[in-house]
Nanobody
Framework: VQLQASGGGLVQAGDSLRLSCTASERTFTYYNVGWFRQAPGKEREFAARITWNLGTPIYADSVKGRFTISRDTAKNMVYLQMNNLKFEDTAVYFC??????????????????WGQGTQVTVSS
C-alpha cells in the first residue's frame, strides 16, 4: 500500500488545517489508519488513529478535543481535521496503515505502511 499525505502548511495559532491521506489501492478501505507526527529533534509520536471496520477513533491527550480523524471510504481517504492549532503542533505529519493492530494503533510498530509526511508549521 502506497500512502500519500497532503494538506500541510503554514498557519497561525488558532487556525485550522485538514490533512488528507490516500492510497491508490482500493483495499485501503480495510486498513486501520493512524496519524503520527515528528517535531524537530523529537521522536515520532502518535496523534490519532481510526479503525477500518467500525471507524473507532483514538486520540493522543495532546490533541484530544482539537483534532478529528475520519475516513471516507468512497473516496479512499482518511482525514485529520486539526482545529485550534498551537505552536507545539508544529511537526511533520505522517499517515500510516496496518491491516491488524497489536498495540491498538498507538505505537508506530503497529504500522507497516507509511506516507512521506506533510509539514505543518504553526506560528505563535
Amino acid at each position: 500500500v502506497q500512502l500519500q499525505a497532503s494538506g500541510g502548511g503554514l498557519v497561525q495559532a488558532g487556525d485550522s488545517l485538514r490533512l488528507s491521506c490516500t492510497a491508490s489501492e482500493r483495499t485501503f478501505t480495510y486498513y486501520n489508519v493512524g496519524w503520527f507526527r515528528q517535531a524537530p529533534g523529537k521522536e515520532r509520536e502518535f496523534a490519532a488513529r481510526i479503525t477500518w471496520n467500525l471507524g473507532t477513533p483514538i486520540y493522543a491527550d495532546s490533541v484530544k478535543g482539537r483534532f478529528t480523524i475520519s475516513r471516507d471510504t468512497a473516496k479512499n481517504m482518511v482525514y485529520l481535521q486539526m482545529n485550534n492549532l498551537k505552536f507545539e503542533d508544529t511537526a511533520v505529519y505522517f499517515c500510516a496503515a496496518a491491516r491488524t493492530l497489536r498495540y491498538d494503533g498507538l505505537d508506530s510498530k503497529d504500522y507497516s505502511y507509511w506516507g512521506q509526511g506533510t509539514q505543518v508549521t504553526v506560528s505563535s
